[in-house]
């Protein structure tokens, strides 16, 4: 299965939400499987990639952006978006056949990724950083490692507004401002502790404060049911998409709704997003666009 599955560049997708799956299957949202990548916060410009590059890193952004919600928070008031990668290595990969093989009752979805070759190709391209307004960073969190798109301004009120909750979490005070500037020189410290915290991390997602707090509340029971109940949008990529952009799905961001009225609220406003984000592409090239948010161009 596994010979195959490199020949066809696919990797395995466990159906189970990241906001999440199944409790027991957390370290494993990472998907370790195949294909091997680091991140940097850097690309060069449209004419100095040629078009084997391009295409590498316009299926990049393709999945991050419209498969995994970084579009949000590029163009829209999603604070933050992570997307797990690939561990490549054998260990990895033995771990999660071996794991797959004692847990048959998992789904198991074979799917086309092109994330992390992307993600390789727009580290080899370091000519031009990215505007202030945005931190796009590889985060090593120990059991994994993670792609981050954040939006500066918006992550920082979510910041204040919860303040509270994060000191607690983080362990102490904190100036928000400089949290930002810590993540942009690689300084995680802090940031693991949020980004390992179910509730920091589902506000910091755009998940809703109610929703975080009752999926912590979950978690903590250990209640978590087989299969999460009531995603905000189906994500079986084996049926067709509702919203497709630049002929990729294009989804609202994916959690569980847990508060009903908080999660009606959320739903409506990406679903606004959506057409206004599918707007400011439409008639231009996907990447270009991308691009020239990202470095404020």
Known sequence: MLNRAKKQNIIVFIRYLLFFGEKKLFKFVILNLFLSIVLSSCCRTKE?????????????????LLEHGGAYTLFGSKPMTNEPLVDTSEEAVQKLQQYLSEHPEIEVIWIDRKLEEGWKEWKRNPQNTLQKNFILAEVDLKDYKAVILLNVASTISVLYENYADFKKIVGCDFD????????????????????RDCKALGILLGYGYQNSCLFEKRMNEDCIEPRAPNPSENNDPRLKAEYVLN????????????DESESKSLVAKYKKEREQIKAIYEG?????????????S
């Open 48 to 64: 100095t990639l040629n078009q084997n590059e391009r295409e590498k890193i316009a299926a990049f952004f393709e999945e991050l």
């Open 247 to 258: 002929d990729k799905p294009f989804r609202i961001p994916i959690f569980v709704m847990l």
């Open 284 to 296: 231009k090239d996907f990447l270009d666009v991308t691009l020239a948010k990202l470095r404020g």
């Open 176 to 195: 928000p401002t400089e949290l930002i500037q810590q993540l942009r020189a690689g300084k995680i410290d802090l940031w693991s502790r949020l980004l």
